[in-house]
């Protein structure tokens, strides 16, 4: 079964770039037809897809955030990454790696990250 850790830096400070690591077990990221996301969960608000990249390669972005991050990969480690940039106080929430496979999905426990003004 798939395992994912999410790791970085739990405070960033505004106008300055996050970047997260999702480390993945128990499968290679390049397995055909996987679909890897980042989605984040403000306080008090509802789930948020920030962007996904396939097994791949390809990226695809929400138009929400799309002009402020890129998803990447390494494949030797089997991680993919997360950075968004100019961050505000707005981005602070949990953050979590996911993959998807239909009909699964699994999802790592997240990490919180919190934007200081």
């Known amino acids: 079964q798939v395992q994912l850790q999410e790791s970085g830096p739990g405070l960033v400070k505004s106008s300055q770039t996050l970047s997260l690591i999702c480390t993945v077990s128990?499968?290679?990221?390049?397995?055909?037809?996987?679909?890897w996301s980042w989605i984040r969960q403000p306080p008090g608000k509802g789930l948020e897809w920030m962007g996904v990249?396939?097994?791949?390669?390809?990226?695809y972005y929400s138009p929400s955030f799309k002009s402020r991050t890129a998803i990447s990969r390494d494949t030797h480690k089997n991680q993919f990454s997360l950075q968004l940039s100019s961050v505000t106080p707005e981005d602070t929430a949990v953050y979590f790696c996911?993959?998807?496979?239909?009909?699964?999905?699994?999802w790592g426990q997240g990490t919180q990250v919190t934007v200081s003004s």
């Open positions: 128990g499968g290679s990221i390049t397995t055909n037809y996987y679909a």
């Open positions: 990249i396939t097994y791949d390669g390809s990226t």
């Open positions: 996911t993959a998807h496979l239909s009909p699964a999905m699994y």
